[in-house]
């Protein structure tokens, strides 16, 4: 069983950066690729982004592509979100999410551990 808590959301302007933060628990973290999903008010849990256990490929939403970075430190059992020029549009709750499988990872049925969320809020 695999624990996930995410930190780092909070308020910023348009613009602006965030990092968000998730700690794992549980199981065997360089097995499992990674993944960042939100929740956008009104719309249904989206794929962000996310990071290969073996080869460290990460891959994007078009939507953020450029702005956003996935990246994890293996000895820390963390991955990290870094959002940058973040737009008003990026608010909702981010959540951290991990799998074992390496394929087809930007289906959110792929995914078997969840974390709590954190909330994301960019204002105009």
């Known amino acids: 069983q695999v624990q996930l808590v995410e930190s780092g959301g909070g308020l910023v302007q348009a613009g602006g950066s965030l990092r968000l933060s998730c700690s794992a628990s549980g199981g065997t973290f360089n097995d499992l690729t990674m993944g960042w999903f939100r929740q956008i008010p009104g719309k249904e849990r989206e794929f962000v982004a996310a990071i290969r256990r073996s080869i460290r490929s990460t891959g994007y939403t078009d939507s953020v592509k450029g702005r956003f970075t996935i990246s994890r430190e293996n000895a820390k059992k963390m991955v990290y979100l870094q959002m940058n020029s973040l737009k008003p549009e990026d608010t909702g709750v981010y959540y951290c999410?991990?799998?074992?499988?390496?394929?087809?990872?930007?289906?959110?049925?792929?995914?078997?551990?969840w974390g709590q969320g954190t909330q994301v809020t960019v204002s105009s």
């Open positions: 999410a991990a799998t074992s499988f390496s394929t087809m990872i930007t289906r959110i049925d792929r995914y078997d551990y």
